[in-house]
Structures are given as C-alpha cells and as structure tokens.
C-alpha cells in the first residue's frame, strides 16, 4: 500500500514538472522547430565548409590538413579568382542601377491611362518569369555570330557591330551576358515600382501640378523620395542576386572564354565538382560567405533596415 502510494506522489510529481516546465517555456517551444531546422541547414553547414576550407580534399577519399594554404593561393595566385571578383563589381553596378533606371521609366509610363497597358505591363513582366536555363539557351543563339538573329540583322543593314562574336570576344562576353540578365530583370523593377507608384496619393501629385511644378520636378522632388523604400529592396536583392548567379552564366558561356564570364558561385562549381578540389572551393565559398555578410551588413548601416512608405 506505502509502496502504491509512493508510486502516485512521484508519478504527480513527475506530471506537474513537465507541466511546469512547457508553461514555463512556452515560447522556446514554439521556436524549437526553427532553431533545430537553422542549425541542420545553417549552423552546421557553415561549420562544415569552415573546416574543409582547411583541407586538401578532392570531395571523397583521404583528407589532409593544410592550414590556411587555399586562403593564401586564392589570394596571391588566383587569376580566376581575380576575374570572378572583377566579374561580380560589373555585375553589380550594371544590372542593379540599369534595371532600377529603366524599370522606373516604364513603371511610370504604365501607371497612367495608358491604351493596352495591362498588356505592357504583362509582356515587360515576362521575361522574369521563364526559365534562365531557357533564356540562357536563346540568347546564345541570338548571339551567335554565324547565324544568330543580331548577325543576320547585321548583314542585311550592314552594321558590322551586330555581327561582332559577343560571347566568344573576352573583352565584351561579360557585359554581352549582364545586357541579358538586365533585359531578363527589368520587369521585375518595373512591378516593384508600380506597387509603390500606386501607394503615392493622386492628391498629393495634384496639388503639386497646382503650385506649378512640372513633371521633371514632380518626378524629381516628390516621386523618387517617396519610392525610397522601392531603391533599397530593389538594391539589396539585385546584390544578393549577385551573389548568387550561377545559371545564367552556365546555359551561355560556362565561364569562356579564359574565364572572362566566371562569377564566384560557377567558380566554386568548377571548383569543387569538375576539378574535384573541395577543399579550395570549401575556401572559395567562405570567401564568398564573408562577402555577402559584409554587404548585408553594410545593407542595414549605411541604406538603413526599415523599408517603411516614408522613411
């Protein structure tokens, strides 16, 4: 009987400290399933790249411990790492500020009562949305310098420019292959800025046309600060997109020619699984995990965090 009752007192017991405990902690709970999901697929990962960075390892068999040796070559010997980096500044400054430029233009045309504008809108949008693969694969055969549709429009009009081997050329492959990312892209900037041109009020445009301004000075001093929040999304996607380029690049020139096309993720494919050093593409990716912190970071402190209507 003592011992029946034993029982019962430390069976409620044990009931009422689990109780205790999941009241007591309701909301590390309810993140529990977050946090265990960060660390499998980022916390670890990180860890582990970290570490292979440090190795010389081909992906499968023996791995030996080198030290900061992949970090040293990649930064005193690497041409290619050199062109990547140069291929990513290019990137960046002529596809964000192009597409935000020409988005902007057509955002602002097809926000008025132009005719058909619902079928502008759609069409500019479009190219957004098929595949890059896809885009890759006709864009090259526009290029193509043999019978590509810039090459038969050049014979024809006689405008030798046209006829040029854009993507076989070294010194014009990169930006021939940013012109298509911008063309890609564009009707993305352009939704983004038609949300926020739809958010401004037409009073406030209406009294501005009644105290005499025109519409460069409408545009100027009233629509491009209040769209502030528009630039700085647009402006850190196009730089995590930057980051992150990796099919257009592969569908059009594999990197070619001498790597003058090579951006850091096709870079570290190359790397890691065509010539089987994981090791320095594990180093590669720090590198290239290092850089995107640090423009996130420059991200909040300098563009600022909030994207408020009116910040």
């Known amino acids: 009987m003592q011992n029946s009752l034993n029982i019962r007192l430390k069976y ?74 140069r291929n990513c500044l290019y990137w960046t400054f002529l596809t964000i500020f192009p597409q935000m430029f020409i988005g902007f233009i ?50 024809a009009t006689g405008l030798e420019f ?36 739809q958010g401004i009020p037409d009073e406030l445009m209406g009294a501005a046309s009644l105290d005499g301004a025109n519409l460069f000075q409408r545009i100027r001093y009233i629509v491009w600060p209040m769209l502030n929040h528009v630039h700085k999304t647009l402006i850190l ?3 995590i997109g930057t980051l992150q380029t990796f099919t257009l690049i592969f569908s059009m020139t594999k990197g070619g020619p001498n790597h003058a096309t090579e951006m850091l993720p096709f ?20 590198i290239l995990l290092v850089l995107a912190l640090t423009l996130s970071l420059f991200q909040v402190l300098v563009l600022g965090s909030r994207f408020s209507l009116y910040d």
Not at 21 to 38: A, D, E, K, V
Not at 174 to 194: E, P
Not at 269 to 284: H, N, P, V
């Open 237 to 239: 996607l196009g730089v």
């Open 106 to 155: 057509l955002a602002y045309a097809l926000n008025t009562n132009l005719p058909g504008r619902n079928v502008f809108r759609a069409v500019f949008y479009m190219p957004a949305i098929i595949s890059p693969v896809v885009i890759g694969i006709v864009w090259t055969r526009i290029y193509n310098p043999f019978n590509g549709l810039l090459s038969d429009l050049g014979f």
């Open 12 to 85: 409620s017991f044990n009931n009422n400290t689990i109780r205790d405990f999941f009241i007591n902690n309701q909301g590390f709970l309810f993140i529990l399933p977050s946090l265990i999901l960060f660390f499998v697929f980022v916390l670890y990962p990180i860890y582990y790249i970290l570490q292979s960075s440090l190795l010389d390892w081909s992906g499968v068999g023996t791995q030996t411990f080198v030290g900061f040796k992949n970090y040293i070559e990649i930064f005193t010997q690497d041409r290619a790492f050199r062109l990547a980096m």
């Open 267 to 286: 870079y570290i494919f190359k790397q890691g699984f065509e010539l089987q050093s994981m090791g320095y593409a594990s180093a590669l990716s720090v």
């Open 162 to 197: 046209l006829t040029k081997p854009y993507l076989s050329d070294p010194k014009i492959a990169i930006f021939s292959v940013i012109a298509v990312n911008v063309w890609q892209w564009t009707g993305w900037s352009m939704l983004m800025y038609l949300a926020g041109l």
